[in-house]
């Protein structure tokens, strides 16, 4: 479990790192507290229509763990809708969450 932690962290890293400019990176923890592992994370500025790549790639946060997640994408921006797609295949979509004000988001089985 411990070497599936440190493959998403290290997926996280490789996956959030811009080539350009790391001025703009925005940090926050991301805690799983529902009952299944999250398989995929995708986030999106919520002015963009369109979802970024998955953030954990082959990689999942199993339930009951937490990672902190970079978004490198050089845009000055807070506010981001997340997808998060469990191990059963169910989806959860969050839309607006300004994630500079909160600097963590805890996805849990009663929203």
């Known amino acids: 479990m411990n ?20 001025a703009e990176d925005l940090t926050f923890v991301l805690t799983n507290a529902s009952s299944y592992p999250i398989k995929s994370f995708f986030s999106s500025p919520a002015d963009v229509e369109n979802w970024e790549e998955d953030v954990f790639g082959e990689n999942y946060l199993p339930s ?17 809708d997340l997808k998060f797609v469990l191990e059963d295949d169910s989806e959860f979509i969050e839309s607006g969450v300004d994630l500079c004000e909160l600097g963590e988001y805890t996805l849990s089985d009663s929203q």
């Open 64 to 80: 009951g763990n937490q990672v902190n997640v970079t978004i490198g994408d050089g845009r000055e921006q807070c506010v981001y």
């Open 3 to 22: 070497l599936k932690i440190c493959g998403v962290l290290a997926a996280i890293g490789l996956a959030a790192t811009p080539a350009a400019s790391f």
